[in-house]
């Protein structure tokens, strides 16, 4: 027997267990892999129902500065704690907001040295930043056009799309401290430009263990600001495509454990080509450094512990990398804590 309506005790019961990779944090070209609506959790929904989610993602990253025989290293360090709202008009559709405060530490150190991502550097520090606020606010919505429970095998697989748009809320002139001139495009707390994805959800749920894959673009506008002295003007962050498969097994009433691998390529970023002579006809360039290739290996543990309230760690450790020249990426830490509310 099957049926394309979830009891809602089984809901309730296994919602713990359908969830994630948290969402993408905006902090360098290669940082971020799987479901932009991720921390919406990725459960077939139930109409009427509230999802509160409060996450906290630590992340360093380094690369190469991007002028021409650059020997400077830019190093940062990423705090962001995510506050996620989702509602459900109906058991098939959920509307998410996630509002981002950051929290970076943007450092240009003088000399090659310096490639641990976020370690420091025995060179001296040529320049810093320190931004702080909103981030670029993430609206989106999640249809699952298909679902199918079977009683029988206590099983049940849903399909499920999503599109949206990360919004350029987020500053993009912050200056540097020492210099009083903006600081890297990366280290700003927002892009500038609109950031348009849709991209595929799949789960198979069991009694005890859960299989979920998906499958996401997200695409950015040339920044949008009319400001030629901010680091963002008519630059575009490159195209990035991301993804992954989970598999997540309950080993008691209120916990369970999951191990994803999860990928991400990203287009280089461009930029108008003001460090080279220009190119007849040819106005932007690759800015150096950015974009590649990274895959995680992503243990994590979820600890139900009220029934309608989840605890949640993850660690995603870069295991295979493919860099557009010199980058480097350190573990994405994600904490966080998650409230159903009917």
């Known amino acids: 027997m099957s ?29 971020g892999c799987g479901d932009p609506l991720a921390s919406s959790g990725s459960a077939h929904p139930m109409a009427g129902s509230w999802r509160l989610d409060f996450e906290d993602v630590y992340l360093t990253a380094s690369a190469v500065g991007d002028a021409p025989g650059s020997n400077q290293w830019e190093s940062l360090r990423q705090t962001n704690l995510n506050t996620t709202l989702s509602y459900a008009p109906t058991d098939d559709l959920t509307l998410v907001v996630m509002l981002p405060l950051v929290q ?15 370690a420091g550097s025995t060179q001296s520090i040529a320049d810093t930043g320190t931004p702080f606020g909103i981030g670029d606010i993430n609206v989106g919505i999640r249809y699952f056009f298909w679902g199918e429970t079977d009683f029988q095998t206590k099983t049940h697989q849903a399909l499920a799309i999503s599109v949206g748009s990360y919004l350029p809320t987020g500053g993009t002139n912050i200056v540097s401290g020492i ?8 280290a700003q707390l927002g892009t500038g430009a609109i950031g348009l994805y849709a991209g595929l959800l799949y789960n198979h749920v069991w009694e005890n263990f859960t299989l979920s894959a998906n499958a996401n673009v997200v695409y950015h506008t040339q ?13 575009t962050f490159g195209t990035s495509y991301t993804g992954g498969i989970s ?3 309950k080993v008691s009433d209120s916990l369970a454990v999951g191990l994803a691998a999860e990928g ?5 970023d461009s930029e108008p080509n003001g460090n080279l002579p220009l190119v007849a006809g040819v106005a932007t360039w690759d800015t150096p450094n950015t974009g590649g290739t990274v ?15 989840v605890l949640y760690g993850k660690v995603q450790v870069p295991t295979i990398t ?19 509310m009917n």
């Open 264 to 268: 991400r390529y990203t287009d280089p």
């Open 247 to 249: 598999g997540q097994l």
């Open 223 to 235: 920044a949008l600001t009319a400001d030629f002295t901010s680091p963002v003007y008519e630059y």
């Open 322 to 340: 493919n860099f557009i020249g010199q980058q480097t990426l350190g573990p994405t830490y994600i904490f966080g804590t998650q409230f159903l």
């Open 179 to 186: 210099t009083g001139e903006p600081i890297d495009t990366h």
């Open 295 to 309: 895959i995680d290996l992503s243990p994590a543990v979820y600890w139900n512990a009220t029934g309608t309230a």
């Open 104 to 118: 970076k530490y943007w450092s240009l150190d003088e000399g090659p040295d310096n490639i641990d991502a976020g």
């Open 3 to 31: 049926n394309k309506i979830v009891p809602l005790w089984r809901l309730l019961t296994l919602a713990f267990l359908w969830l994630i990779t948290p969402g993408l944090s905006k902090a360098c070209s290669v940082c």
